[in-house]
């Protein structure tokens, strides 16, 4: 079965910092990998995805995440976080077509 | 740029009585999905269809639940009788299909049905 686990529910940056919210999958085949995200009170919505062709993923609004195999890792980063940032992430892994499997997602609190 | 709709946005019902939500999918796409989330928990599959008849659901979606697409273009997701462990949003969302095409894969998630049970 296909799991995924997101690592702090919570993670508080400085606008400005860095930005890094860790996912680890597991995956018996070659998993298709997401993050979206959700504003307060609205739907999910996409931010990348990977699909196994460039390990390294550029998605909307400056985030990026990396496919490390060998640490079952998709981990999502974005250099310079801003207040519109604030949201919960949620990680999720496929296969194909079928269901997507969703962490329990990680709140990003950005300050000033 | 197209979106998947959903109706109502906000649904209050009796415990024991029958909810309909629905969803207008992007127009051609072939796969369609139903997903929950109960506040403060994370996004969970309930069910996916395609080609008129469901092709995966979760343990979540057992007799009380039922999905259809009745006209080709709405998809409804209808709870015969609610219970109060029903209390959620309802996330509907669809994907292309198809191949060769790179976001084909791709889920595209509607605003949402918050369902409360009384």
């Known amino acids: 079965a296909q799991s995924v686990t997101q690592l702090g529910s919570h993670v508080s940056v400085s606008e400005g910092a860095l930005v890094l919210l860790r996912c680890n999958y597991s995956?018996?085949?070659?998993?298709?990998l997401f993050w979206y995200v959700q504003y307060p009170n609205q739907g999910l919505q996409l931010l990348l995805k990977y699909t196994s062709a460039a390990t390294l993923v550029k998605g909307i609004n400056d985030f990026e995440a990396e496919f490390k195999k060998s640490e079952t890792s998709f981990h999502l980063t974005k250099p310079s976080a801003h207040m519109s940032d604030a949201a919960e992430y949620f990680c999720a892994v496929s296969k194909g077509f079928q269901k997507l499997v969703f962490g329990t997602g990680t709140r990003l609190l950005v300050s000033p | 740029e197209p979106e998947v709709t959903q109706t109502p946005s906000h649904q209050v019902t009796q415990m024991g009585q029958e909810v309909i939500l629905r969803c207008v999918p992007i127009s051609n796409h072939l796969y369609f999905y139903w997903y929950r989330q109960i506040l403060g928990q994370k996004v969970e599959f309930l069910v996916s269809?395609?080609?008129?008849?469901?092709?995966?659901k979760s343990e979540i979606f057992d007799d009380q639940f039922s999905v259809e697409r009745p006209d080709g273009s709405n998809f409804t997701l209808k709870i015969r009788s609610t219970k109060l462990e029903d209390s959620a949003m309802y996330f509907c969302a669809s994907s292309p299909g198809g191949s060769g095409r790179v976001s084909y894969n791709e889920q595209f998630f509607g605003p949402g049905t918050r369902l409360t049970v009384l």
């Open positions: 269809f395609y080609n008129n008849e469901i092709s995966e």
């Open positions: 995956s018996s085949v070659p998993p298709y």
